[in-house]
């Protein structure tokens, strides 16, 4: 499986972005998906993940209200659509997925990466 994390860019605190994450190649086997960040000398961490069927979904308490996960299954596409982004938004923004159908929560439990695209927002 290969992932394609694709939509950062620079802008202004209170912008919007959407991210996408393609998936290409043995596709059966990339199945939950989670989008995870890691900001300048921070660790890597969870901000999103979604089940297989995009039932289900799960936020860091950090983005919860202003970002959202969604799939498309047919194109193979995962998004994160980002509102109100704030300066501590500024990371770098990974796509993973799993194997597992279920949300899964840890860094581990993710089979594929993406090489990450970033997002810059100023003050």
């Known amino acids: 499986v290969q992932l394609q994390a694709s939509g950062g860019g620079m802008v202004q605190a209170g912008d919007s972005l959407r991210l996408s994450c393609a998936a290409s190649?043995?596709?059966?086997?990339?199945?939950?998906a989670g989008w995870f960040r890691q900001g300048p000398g921070k660790e890597r961490e969870l901000v999103a993940a979604i089940n297989w069927s995009g039932s289900s979904s799960w936020y860091d308490d950090s983005v919860d209200g202003r970002f959202t996960v969604s799939r498309d299954n047919v194109k193979k596409i995962v998004y994160l659509q980002m509102h109100s982004l704030k300066p501590e938004d500024t990371a770098i923004y990974y796509c993973?997925?799993?194997?597992?159908?279920?949300?899964?929560?840890?860094?581990?439990?993710?089979?594929?990466w993406g090489r990450g695209t970033l997002v810059t927002v100023s003050s």
């Open positions: 993973a997925t799993s194997r597992a159908v279920d949300t899964r929560w840890r860094a581990l439990d993710y089979d594929f």
């Open positions: 190649g043995r596709t059966s086997d990339s199945n939950a």
